[in-house]
């Protein structure tokens, strides 16, 4: 599957150079998976369409930091369809939003699985979002390519502090946000998977 999208998003100039930059990795998109619990059923299921996100690859920093986290960046390539419009042949604004959440998401969930893959399921942890402060620079074209970043700019305990952006991938910023997410305590994760 992952050939797939790379072979279609490799036709825009822009996504191309940057799936063959050395500097990147393709890798799992985690959340375009179906899960047996239901997790990531909107972008694994209900985004899957043509009109929706019509491709999509991650691509992760081929060299691996020195620290707890492994990984602090992250960039996400979608061709995007035009079943996300909120004004004629715009992104509606709420699912922009809802891009940087996913970004900063795909970025937390790529360390703990690395976590857990290298060290046992004892590793494992959850995240949730806090706050997403959004700011729309220009408005989202769509049908077409965009460029979805985020950047762990600082871990403070449990709270993870990240940086995104909604970019053409000629550095044009269209949106951008500030995110913080917190580490569920195992025990209030464990009620809430009761639920």
Known sequence: MMEAEISKLSSVPWAAALIRDQRWTPTSSFNRASKPTGEDSFFAETLDTDRTIRSMITLRPT????????????????????????????????FAATLLDETCGALIQLNVFEKVRRGGPQHSMNYLTAYL???????????????????????????????????????TVFTSGECMFVQIKPKLYACASLI
């Open 133 to 171: 402060n959004t700011s729309y620079k220009k408005p989202i074209p769509v049908p077409g390519p965009v460029l979805c970043t985020a950047k762990i700019e600082r871990q403070d305990g449990r709270k993870l502090y990240i940086r995104a952006t909604i970019e053409d991938g000629a550095g």
């Open 63 to 94: 060299k691996e930091e020195d620290d707890d986290l492994l990984y602090k960046e992250l960039l996400v390539i979608l061709d995007l369809g035009d079943g996300l419009n909120g004004y004629p042949k715009v992104l509606h604004g709420g």
